[in-house]
């Protein structure tokens, strides 16, 4: 199975802070990657499909970058609504693999 | 509207088993690939299965191959996860996830979860 790792694991941040994670594949992904966000005991949310394709309704601050084996997920101006845990999940192939996550919370 | 609703969670002992069901409505079922995606307590998400729009196709994660069997009913929009010789290690809650497409891409909806306790 692919592995899936991020970086960092949790950051402290301010409100209005750019922020930026990274996801690394043990192996091309080609860019089947997506972002999700979770908040505690919520469902998580999915932000950024095909690495760089924003979903409907998500705010623009968000952006995500990347191919093969390395990509970046970008909050442009961190809001109070954006303290969560960030995930990528590679859907390359079977079995589709989560990374890890990065927790941001506020500094 | 595209609502996800899991339910069939609770406590069942070690080696036992348990059905979980997920019930949609909003987009046409038999459009889509489904999957199943738990998180145990505190810990993060890890992806279970998947089952392709017409069931053709089924793709598990090591850690549930052989135990975990995925399924559908498309004349009652519900999708299916048999869990059989249950561990500790399997509580969880149990989210359902719709997929982009037939059997892969990314998951724009999910459903709320519903938990799994495996406990004597």
């Known amino acids: 199975a692919i592995q899936m790792t991020q970086s960092p694991s949790s950051l402290s941040a301010s409100v209005g802070d750019r922020v930026i994670i990274t996801c690394r594949a043990s192996?091309?992904?080609?860019?089947?990657l997506g972002w999700y966000q979770q908040k505690p005991g919520k469902a998580p949310k999915l932000l950024i499909y095909?690495?760089?394709s924003l979903q409907s309704g998500v705010p623009s601050r968000f952006s995500g970058s990347g191919s093969g084996t390395d990509f970046t997920l970008t909050i442009s101006s961190l809001q109070p609504e954006d303290f969560a845990t960030y995930y990528c999940?590679?859907?390359?192939?079977?079995?589709?693999?989560f990374g890890p996550g990065t927790k941001v919370d506020i500094k | 509207q595209v609502q996800l609703v899991e339910s069939g969670g609770g406590v069942v002992q070690p080696g036992r088993s348990l059905r979980l069901s997920c019930v949609v409505t909003?987009?046409?079922?038999?459009?889509?690939?489904m999957y199943w995606v738990r998180q145990a307590p505190g810990k993060g998400l890890e992806w279970v299965a998947v089952i392709w729009y017409d069931g053709s196709n089924k793709y598990y994660a090591d850690s549930v191959k052989g135990r975990f069997t995925i399924s559908r009913d498309n004349s009652k929009n519900t999708l299916y996860l048999q869990m059989n010789s249950l561990r500790a290690e399997d509580t969880a809650v149990y989210y359902c996830?719709?997929?982009?497409?037939f059997g892969s891409g990314s998951a724009p909806y999910w459903g709320q979860g519903t938990l799994v306790t495996v406990s004597s």
């Open positions: 909003g987009f046409t079922f038999n459009d889509y690939g």
């Open positions: 192996q091309g992904i080609r860019d089947d």
């Open positions: 996830a719709r997929a982009e497409d």
């Open positions: 999940l590679q859907n390359y192939n079977y079995p589709f693999t």
């Open positions: 095909a690495a760089s």
